[in-house]
């Protein structure tokens, strides 16, 4: 179960990195004490690897499960979040799970650009993504970019008209 397979996962994350839902849920069933922040080679732990490959049931497996790393961003260049990934993927059903945690923070924002979740959905042209996280009781219409721009002017510079 701990050995890393040789891309440098354990079963359970190559499980999850696969969108294998069911070994997964069969892999913490066997091993309840699997860590479930653990991280991978490029330090993305499950969540970031579930969200990255679209597998919304396994992120909804990992809530159920108690993960709570919701806010933590991958140890990549980017630093994004789960949410900062679905957000720029546009993927609704993904960015719909994370929003059911009650630990998600949607004004969290990228460490190198200030770049919020709803930024990136308006920056890659996702207005529903855009419309989700703006309408979440967490979400701040004032924040700011590291360029002083709002999620507007990240929208109209983009060329995001339905935000």
Not at 66 to 95: I, Q, Y
Not at 108 to 136: F, K, N, R
Request: no cysteine; aromatic share 4%; proline share 6%.
């Amino acid at each position: 179960m701990y050995r890393p397979y040789p891309e440098g996962r354990t079963a359970f994350l190559q499980s999850i990195f696969l969108g294998r839902e069911r070994i997964a849920e069969l892999l913490l069933t066997m091993h309840p004490k699997t860590d479930l922040h653990a991280r991978d080679h490029t330090g993305s732990n499950a969540m970031h690897l579930a969200v990255a490959g679209g597998h919304g049931g396994i992120v909804g497996l990992l809530l159920r499960r108690g993960f709570r790393g919701v806010n933590e961003p991958d140890v990549g260049r980017e630093r994004h979040t789960p949410l900062m990934l679905a957000s720029r993927k546009g993927n609704l059903g993904v960015l719909r799970r994370l929003l059911e945690s009650p630990w998600i923070d949607v004004a969290a924002s990228a460490p190198d650009t200030g770049m919020t979740a709803a930024m990136m959905a308006a920056e890659m042209d996702h207005p529903e993504i855009v419309g989700q996280l703006v309408s979440h009781p967490g979400h701040d219409r004032g924040q700011r970019n590291r360029l002083s721009e709002d999620l507007f002017n990240v929208a109209a510079k983009h060329g995001s008209i339905e935000v």
